[in-house]
């Protein structure tokens, strides 16, 4: 099992930049895949960008581009530099464990999520 704590959150003009950044329990870090999802209140919960544990990544469509997944497996941290912020960038932020198959990502240890406003 792993738990997950996310940070660096908050109010950023549209245009602006945040690092989120996600740490992680346990000495497993390294053999989880991971990623990061979003969700705005009444709608679903959407992934965002995902990396795998070799390093290979994937993004939603709306922010490739503009956001950037990495992972430091020594410090057991996952991170997501998001640029070029958009209204429609403001979701809770959530870092997830999990496992990368088939093309389909599986969700599976969740962080508590961290707000992301992006507004004037």
């Known amino acids: 099992q792993v738990q997950l704590v996310e940070s660096g959150g908050g109010l950023v003009q549209p245009g602006g930049s945040l690092r989120l950044s996600c740490a992680a329990s346990?000495?497993?870090?390294?053999?989880?895949?991971m990623a990061w999802y979003r969700q705005v209140p009444g709608k679903q919960r959407d992934l965002v960008a995902h990396?795998?544990?070799?390093?290979?990544?994937n993004y939603a469509d709306s922010v490739k581009g503009r956001f950037t997944i990495s992972r430091d497996n020594a410090k057991n941290m996952l991170f997501l530099q998001m640029n070029s912020l958009k209204p429609e960038d403001t979701a809770v932020y959530y870092c997830?464990?999990?496992?990368?198959?088939?093309?389909?990502?599986?969700?599976?240890?969740w962080g508590q999520g961290t707000q992301v406003t992006v507004s004037s």
């Open positions: 997830n464990a999990g496992q990368y198959s088939s093309d389909t990502y599986y969700p599976a240890y």
């Open positions: 990396i795998t544990r070799r390093g290979d990544t």
């Open positions: 346990g000495s497993m870090f390294s053999f989880y895949d």
